[in-house]
């Protein structure tokens, strides 16, 4: 059973189709890397899947049930590309608040937290508020909110936007820790490098796969050494 199974899913704004027929499956234990320009349709299907966005029609499960479902919620982790954070609250309170909305008693939140504080090195930073942190800083947050339950299927929307250098390397180390331990992720990015850390990418443009498959099979059936040239490669074709 893959983690995440998409078939001709359907999602429009009045008359506009966000999502035009995407189908798309991620494995059990996989990295899987939405790629696109704005616009081309990756928050929507994140939404969609997590139920937080209505389809207009088609099919999206997750771990072999049918979203929406409410069950379902303790075992997906979402970090939103708008961080979404009680910035009135200290980092602390919000890991809390979001370990007891998925039903984790405070000896479990505060040993998870104790890990992941290190982890976003924001240990110092626990009992600040979140109004007065950086933006980057937020964003870490933000991805230890997302853990902080240790859930299955992990859905990171744009994860290392803002991030420095140097954390974005810890990231995706951290992102590798995640799944060798069987968590399967869905992620957005804009950072083309960030795809070759994928086991798999997508290219996304107007609501659709146009192409995926490993970073290097993507590049050579394009016949280009980067995957800038390689998106446009498929768009070109997709628009034959
Ligand atoms: N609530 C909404 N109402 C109307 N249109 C929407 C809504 N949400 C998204 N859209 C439209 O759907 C399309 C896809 O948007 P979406 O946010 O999914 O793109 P994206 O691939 O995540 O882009 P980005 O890389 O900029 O984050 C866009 O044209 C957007 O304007
Ligand atoms: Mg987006």
């Known amino acids: 059973m893959p983690a995440i199974h998409v078939s001709k899913l359907e999602k429009k704004f009045g008359d506009f189709k966000a999502l035009d027929g995407l189908d798309l499956e991620v494995r059990k234990g996989e990295v899987y890397g939405l790629l696109g320009p704005n616009g081309a349709g990756k928050t929507t ?36 590309q708008e961080t979404a954070l009680y910035v009135g609250l200290t980092v602390h309170q919000n890991l809390e608040f979001f370990g007891k909305l998925f039903g984790m008693d405070k000896a479990a939140i505060l040993a998870r937290e104790a890990d992941l504080l290190k982890f976003i090195d924001l240990e110092k930073w626990r009992d600040e508020l979140v109004a007065n942190l950086s933006g980057g800083m937020k964003h870490r947050v933000s ?35 995640l799944k060798e331990k069987g968590t399967t992720i869905l992620l957005t990015t804009h950072y083309m490098d960030e795809a070759s850390h994928c086991d798999r990418v997508g290219f996304m443009r107007s609501g659709k796969l146009i192409a995926e498959g490993e970073p290097k099979a993507i590049l050579k059936e394009a016949g280009t050494s980067s995957l800038e040239d390689a998106f446009l490669f498929y768009a070109r074709r997709d628009m034959q």
Not at 148 to 174: A, K, M, Q, Y
């Open 143 to 177: 991805l230890a909110c997302a853990l902080i339950h240790e859930p299955e299927v992990l859905f990171l929307d744009e994860p290392t936007v803002g991030v420095d250098p140097e954390l974005r390397v810890s990231f995706w180390n951290f992102f590798g820790s």
């Open 45 to 80: 299907a994140i939404k969609v899947l997590t139920g937080l966005l209505k389809k207009t029609s088609g099919n999206a499960e997750i771990l072999g049930v049918r979203m929406p479902c409410k069950d379902i919620a303790q075992r997906i982790g979402y970090m939103p």
